[in-house]
């Protein structure tokens, strides 16, 4: 899945693709370099950001996504709005990637459910604005796994069919670094929600994120920029496809692209 923030200020990309004519040329660069799914999102959720209106969100979006479908791409539309969601399915996008997994409109499992269309519940405590003093966990790995498992139940009790669901923890959202390093080792749990069930497809966003930066930091502490942590995403890839993650949420495709293809072949000889 190849990222397309349409906004001015997000996490690893701001502001290079706010234009829509910007934004739509990405999306087909990422396509045309290996990206199966486009995800196209208006709102910035870096840490601390502000909310934006729909009608903001929907003028950055919409006009996007109808060229993107229209070019024949599968979109999926970033948002934690329905009425977003809704526009945006309309607008020819085939997924709902809602990384407040549903508890930020409460109209959004009813619009997944009608639609029938895939849809990615990400752990999430609250809007960006305080999200980091939401970082609180004992056990984060069974934590995740409980309050993804409310999610699901919700969507599934408004009629969302559960073969549709994708789970993703939510690497950065609330999270401290050592929450994140503790759920991307997690992965085949959080598929199983911490039990013994059917597994439910992942997908996994850290491409670029800030604990990556920290992690190679230089020796005076500095943090690797998000651009130059591309290289570590890919292993981020590799590992988490290696583990069996359905997707990877990354803006540089072709790196990640070729550690998909690696990764599946590795656990296609493992399983033979
Ligand atoms: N991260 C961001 C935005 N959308 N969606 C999903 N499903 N998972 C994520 O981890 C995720 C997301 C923020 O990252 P960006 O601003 O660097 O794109």
Same mark, same amino acid.
């Given at each position: ?7 001015p ?23 045309a ?20 209106s ?23 539309v ?7 969601a ?6 020819? %996008? ?5 990384? =407040?997994?549903?508890l930020? &409109?409460? $109209?959004?499992?009813? @619009?997944? *459910?009608? /639609? ?46 559960p073969s ?53 930091? %230089? ?5 690797? =920029?998000?651009?130059?942590? &591309?290289? $570590?995403?890919?292993? @981020?890839? *590799?590992? /988490? ?30 399983a033979?």
């Open positions: 899945m190849g990222v397309v923030n349409v906004t200020d997000s996490f690893s990309d701001g502001g290079k693709w706010f234009v829509a004519d910007a934004a739509v040329s990405r999306g087909l660069e990422l396509a370099l290996g990206a199966d799914i486009i995800d196209v999102g208006g709102e910035s959720t870096r840490p601390g950001a502000a909310r934006i729909a009608a903001e969100e929907l003028r950055r979006v919409g006009p996007v996504i109808t060229e993107l479908a229209a070019a024949g791409l599968t979109v999926s970033d948002t934690m709005r329905a009425a977003v809704e526009t945006a399915l309309g607008a020819g %996008a085939k997924l709902v990637n809602d990384v =407040s997994g549903g930020a &409109d409460p $109209a959004m499992y009813g @619009l997944v *459910a009608v /639609a029938g269309v895939p849809y990615v519940v990400m752990h999430w405590r609250g809007h960006s604005s305080s999200m980091q003093e939401r970082a609180r966990y004992g056990d984060v790995v069974q934590e995740v796994c409980d309050e993804l498992r409310r999610r699901v139940d919700a969507a599934v009790g408004e009629g969302v069919d549709l669901i994708v789970l993703d923890a939510g690497i950065g959202f609330a999270k401290a670094a050592e929450h994140n390093w503790a759920l991307l080792a997690s992965l085949p749990e959080i598929a199983r929600l911490g039990g013994g069930g059917a597994p439910f497809p992942v997908l996994v966003g850290a491409s670029r994120k800030s604990f990556i930066g920290r992690l190679l930091a %230089a020796a005076d502490g500095t943090p690797r =920029s998000f651009a130059s942590s &591309d290289d $570590a995403t890919v292993a @981020l890839t *590799a590992l /988490a496809a290696a583990a069996g993650a359905w997707c990877v949420r990354v803006h540089a495709v072709p790196g990640n692209a070729d550690a998909v293809r690696v990764a599946a072949q590795w656990r296609a000889a493992g033979g």
